[in-house]
């Protein structure tokens, strides 16, 4: 079994972490960072090239204005506290979806994530926010249609906001077992992992085992 290259995360449960310790919800927000960063290094670790997590769809504007609002400053607090450290353990990040309808000091915060890490090599971080798998097909089919491209898989795959590489692994953490709207043209072959763990909860000894578990599975890709 070829090595895993590419893994997708669904970081599910952080509302529900802070509940069951009795925390505000920002708390499990903020938590659910200090997991991702652990997690980003144990990637680094193990060889991945890219990590594509999903921090925020379009979905959850209908939050309580008070929630989005957290986890639009949960954006500039990680910039803050935790790009650094990501430097330091030569990161790049890049970012996903429709950000132009994000805050404007939000904004900020990821430029200054992508031209502090551009040239940094040793895994590629993107996160998607305001992200929607529906949307980036649908951004895809114009890109093709307006630019006179062949309508072929491989053309329609590169237009897709994460390109045509291939995710290997697919993991959401939480306990549910669905797509929510991630990366839907890009996961047509990947291996789908669902674990019980809330995403604070989500250890490396956790990734690791579902990295393990991936070398001992069949991929035939339809053969």
């Known amino acids: 079994m070829p090595e ?5 995360i669904i970081m599910d449960g952080n509302r529900r972490w802070a509940k069951k310790n009795n925390l505000p919800t920002p708390s499990g927000h903020r938590k659910g960072i200090d997991s991702l960063i652990e997690t980003v290094k144990t990637a680094k670790k193990s060889k991945i090239e890219r990590l594509i997590v999903y921090a925020f769809s379009t979905e959850n504007w209908s939050r309580d204005d008070f929630e989005v609002n957290a986890l ?8 803050d506290v935790k790009l650094k450290e990501i430097k330091e353990n030569g990161i790049k990040l890049d970012f996903i979806g429709n950000l132009d309808d994000l805050p404007e000091k939000a904004q900020k915060g990821i430029d200054k994530c992508i031209n502090e890490t551009k040239d940094l090599t040793e895994l590629r ?7 929607g798998a529906i949307s980036d097909i649908l951004e895809a089919a114009k890109t093709i249609n307006e630019n006179n491209i062949e309508l ?4 329609f795959l590169k237009a897709t906001q994460i390109g045509e590489q291939e995710v290997d692994i697919f993991i959401r953490t939480g306990g549910d077992k669905r797509l929510s709207n991630f ?7 990947s291996e789908l992992f669902f674990s019980d763990k809330l995403w604070p909860e989500f250890s490396k000894n956790d990734f690791i085992q579902i990295l393990d578990e991936f070398r001992e599975r069949q991929r035939r890709f339809g053969k």
């Open 4 to 8: 895993p290259k590419t893994v997708a």
């Open 72 to 79: 639009m400053n949960l954006i500039n607090f990680g910039v």
């Open 125 to 131: 971080l993107t996160v998607a926010l305001n992200y």
């Open 152 to 155: 072929n898989e491989e053309n």
């Open 183 to 189: 990366l839907l043209a890009n996961i047509g072959y």
